[in-house]
């Protein structure tokens, strides 16, 4: 069987945009003023547009940083700045590499902060830069469910795909009730 | 008139959000036909329909341009002229069902409200420059003034004395400085 590090990465996709500047005129701000415009998104407009850009990467030679909100390490409300209505917010980075029509996904981290008592508190996606301690565990591409030291093995997706999970409904369907099962 | 830095996804969402009601958007650029331009594309990604950019060759034409295109989403051009845009004139003519941005030099912004004060009145009397996105947060701010004051060797202070006294020199970055400083009203006074 192929093993599942190999079938993970073979989830990984060519963004197409001409640039990372152009992926975020068309594919990232586009979601973000539709979840602003259906009250999804508390920030308001002068906030999107001052923290979520494009800059040369930090960390990779030729590649972009597609950034949105300030890193917030401590989940610190104060320093939030896509906030959403529920008092939590979503922050991220990814790093983008173009190549000729598209844009290589490198490395990203997406969270999604709930309300302060909210159980789990966060859930966040993260892709590690390739021959991270974690590529060399099968676990280069990884979600948090709520909690900073457990990973579980996750699909690499798109940012646009992980701004729209993010900023979406994650309770049960509407004509569902909530359930907790255990304790 | 108040004028007003903005980014260019910002401007475009408001336009967007207005997009129903007509309404028109006036915005200073160093070279308008490129603002124009990147404005355009910005609004369509926003709006997700296409945005036409139509070129002012002729002000008096303003109305014309303005009638035929009412229902669509519009960018229009002043470069030539764009101080003599019978804004006032027209505004009869210029009601619309779509929004219509107007980009023109940013010095044509200076008298706009004495040349059009019923026009200036009716779009909220507010003006926009597009700030890049790399100078609009605090930080990126500060160190953008901070280049501008060694570039010029002035303070702030000092600018504001020498666009008072006419003296500054007739420079794109000077207004950029009068705009981050948020003496957009001097500009008046620099483009003399």
């Given at each position: 069987m192929i093993p599942l590090a190999e079938r993970i990465a073979a989830t990984s996709v060519a963004i197409e945009a001409r640039s990372a500047g152009d992926y975020l005129q068309r594919e990232i701000r586009p979601r973000l003023f539709k979840a602003f415009d259906e009250e999804r998104?508390?920030?308001d407009l002068h906030e999107i547009s001052r923290s979520v850009r494009v800059t040369r990467s930090e960390r990779v030679t030729d590649a972009f940083d597609l950034v949105g909100g300030r890193r917030n390490f401590d989940r610190d409300p104060a320093l939030a700045?896509?906030?959403?209505?529920?008092g939590g917010w979503i922050t991220f980075s990814a790093v983008l590499r173009p190549n000729r029509e598209t844009l290589e996904i490198l490395a990203y981290t997406f969270e999604r902060v709930f309300r302060s008592?909210?159980?789990?508190r966060f859930v966040r996606f993260d892709y590690n830069v390739p021959d991270h301690d974690n590529d060399k565990r099968g676990l280069r591409s990884h979600v948090h469910p709520g909690n900073d030291d457990m990973q579980l093995p996750s699909p690499i997706l798109a940012p646009h795909e992980l701004i729209e999970l993010l900023l979406?409904?994650?309770?049960?369907?509407?004509d569902r009730a909530p359930r907790t099962k255990g304790r | 008139m108040k004028l007003k830095s903005v980014g260019r996804f910002e401007l475009a969402a408001v336009i967007a959000l207005s997009n129903d009601t007509g309404a028109w958007m006036v915005v200073g650029a160093d070279d308008p036909r490129v603002e124009g331009e990147d404005l355009a594309r910005e609004i369509a990604a926003v709006t997700m329909t296409s945005v036409e950019v139509v070129m002012?060759?002729?002000?008096?034409?303003l109305g014309a341009l303005s009638s035929a295109t009412r229902d669509r989403t519009i960018v229009f051009v002043a470069v030539e002229g764009a101080e003599r845009l019978p804004l006032d004139e027209q505004r009869s003519v210029l009601k619309r069902d779509r929004s219509a941005t107007l980009v023109m030099?940013?010095?044509?912004?200076?008298?706009l409200a004495t040349r059009s004060p019923h026009f200036t009145s009716w779009i909220g009397s507010e003006v926009h420059v597009v700030a890049e996105d790399r100078f609009l947060d605090q930080e990126s701010r500060n160190s953008r003034l901070a280049a501008l004051r060694t570039k010029y060797g002035m303070s702030d202070h000092e600018l504001i004395a020498s666009t008072t006294a006419g003296?500054?020199?007739?420079?794109p970055e000077i207004a950029e400085w009068l705009v981050l400083i948020e003496r957009g009203d001097l500009l008046q006074k620099s483009a003399r």
């Open positions: 998104l508390d920030a700045d896509l906030r959403m209505p529920d008592d909210a159980q789990p979406g409904e994650m309770g049960p369907a509407a | 002012i060759d002729e002000p008096t034409q030099p940013i010095k044509a912004l200076a008298g003296r500054a020199p007739e420079d």
